[in-house]
């Protein structure tokens, strides 16, 4: 389990200053085609860090991000001056399939090319979609980069709770998670705050000025109409999922008291009590390079400190607030989809299928899906059948590939682990989670039945099927939870 907590902060730059300068809108300057100039754009980011902010955050879809950052960088060098000052955290977003150590090689590669670097500052991997297991390998990818010294630290970014626990289960060196966390959105201050204490994994905050929303020139405004720019887009949605302009508009009163109190910007609080979040490392603040700059108002907050009354304030305002739905991340994943594009359902569905299906020899509108173990056709079964509009999933273990456990001693993480395994196993055969109407845990010690069953309890939320938990002599393999499910297909 990592223990570098302390070694991640002062590593990252983030010891005197949590405030990261974050890149995402470089990707919305540059949106028809358009491309920053580079020469400027990377002026405008090394003024940052004349001014005393040099950690900046970026990743492999920020549009020239990454190349302005690496300009920034050989400015420095041709100036004889100290260019490992800079900071810089980029993000491998791979689609499922590229998970072998090859496809990892070469998305890190690209990611140093590209910054112009030898050994990346912090490598946080983003992964689309859980039902498919590849994000294990890739991984065990990045774990072997960091032995070669090409990577220094690896997080992720919008990884759950459920699944940033089978990563550090299986002793990955996760240091911290970025995910959205504002006094919008609490999710992160939960079971995620919890895990990161355990395991002495950091949070990267982003969002937490909403996209620009949280600060004075939209206090007692109309809602706007037709915002164009992709962070307002995004963050107007987050704005009406927890209950709207008028309840947001309370929160901004209640924030603007506070600045007035300490004769700062409502921005400054908004992000001030981010960071005052004990799991929180840092929080990522945007910057639309070569347009405006934020260097004074930013270095306010520095000094800022939020006290109990403060805090309270905003505990008592956040009351009105409706809880953002799913964990951290669930919004990239299922609705409500509250991202800069909206509904990403047509993305995931174009992702490779885990499995694929085959007719069974002889019968109609009776199809398999197989998992390639060898044991299926010596003992004669399944990964899973559909007969008509009926699914029926074997008994499923938390094996990765064709023999590797994952969760070792661990029932949480295994069952988080079978649950993406069987549905991948539905996936393939047109059924979905909410369809199944069935499913039998067998585990080998029943004291384990609560932390299983809160897991299917997150998984089945919805259709909440008929369920059957039975303690068992043994499993076969080092397993300690199997589950099987039946799906009917309207």
Known sequence: MPKQSNTLIDSLGLRENPIVTGLWQVADLERGGNTLDQNNASDALLNYAEQGFHCFDMADHYGSA???????????????????????????????????????????????????????DLLQLHWWSFEHPGYIDVMDGLMLLKQEGRIKHIGTTNFDTDHLHVLLSAGFEVECNQVCLSVLDHRALGDMSQLCSEHQVKLLAYGTLAGGFLSDQW???????????????????????????????????????????????????AARWVIQQAAVAGVIVGARLTENAHHDSNRE????????????????????????????????RQPPYLTASGDLSHHLNSLPKVYAKEPVPGRVNRWQVSSGSEYEPICGYSRAIRDGNRVMVSGTTATHGLDRPVGTNNPRAQTVYILDKIAASLGALGATMDDVVRTRIYLKDCSNWEAVSRVHGRYFTQSRPANTLLEVSSLVGPYDVEIEAEAVIP
């Open 66 to 120: 990454e190349l302005i950052a690496g300009a920034a960088r050989a400015k420095l060098i041709k100036a004889g001056q100290d260019e490992t000052s800079l900071k810089l955290y980029t993000k491998w977003c791979p689609e499922p399939h590229l998970f072998s150590l090859d496809a990892v090689r070469a998305g890190i590669e690209e990611r140093l090319n590209r910054l112009g670097v030898e050994c990346i």
């Open 301 to 332: 907050l520095l000094s800022l400190k939020l006290d109990e009354t403060d805090m309270q304030l905003i505990s008592e305002v956040s009351t009105l607030l409706t809880r953002i739905p799913g964990d951290c991340g669930s919004e990239y």
């Open 219 to 269: 206090l007692n405004q109309p809602e706007p109409d037709g915002v164009t720019d992709w962070s307002k887009m995004k963050y107007l949605r987050f704005i009406n999922a927890t209950g709207g302009w008028a309840v947001f508009q309370q929160v901004m009163q209640a924030l603007n008291t506070i600045a007035g109190k300490h004769g700062v910007s409502l921005a400054n609080v």
